[in-house]
């Protein structure tokens, strides 16, 4: 007697992509995460303003434009690399604290979608500041709600 798998649920990948090497082998581990399975990538770039930005109203007038036109290229890097993946996905831009970003973005689907799988991926840099000081991977694995997968 041979019992049926129960249908996979639904995944909701939230890749925080910056162009970087360890964005993009994120994002194609997300991509070969979902092969085969229902889900949908959902792309999360982060625009962050620096605390001294902030201060002047002519600089963040100035950054929003940059931030306007890196959306324009990381969108065009996504989806050039997920091309021929066979993966749904979206592109967003959030702004703020990228961690923090990444932690609502993926918050916000588990509310609207309780019934489905919702996980973070991030690359991790090889950089020993990073490991050090705190990278987005590292304060993701400290806060996320949800299970983070962080690609070397």
Do not use: C
């Amino acid at each position: 007697m041979t019992t049926a798998m129960p249908p996979a649920r639904f995944q909701h990948l939230v890749v925080g992509y910056d162009g970087s090497p360890p964005a993009s082998r994120a994002l194609d581990a997300a991509a070969r995460q979902l092969q085969g399975r229902p889900g949908r990538i959902d792309v999360v770039y982060v625009a962050h303003l620096s605390s001294l930005v902030a201060l002047s109203p002519g600089a963040v007038a100035e950054m929003e434009e940059d931030f306007d036109e890196i959306e324009k290229d990381l969108h065009a890097q996504a989806d050039e690399q997920l091309r021929g993946s066979g993966a749904a996905w979206e592109f967003e831009r959030r702004q703020g604290t990228i961690a923090d970003q990444l932690i609502a973005g993926a918050t916000a689907i588990g509310e609207a979608h309780p019934d489905e799988n919702v996980a973070i991926i991030v690359g991790s840099s090889s950089h020993a500041t990073h490991r050090v000081v705190g990278s987005v991977a590292v304060g993701l694995a400290r806060h996320s709600p949800v299970p983070l997968i962080i690609v070397p």
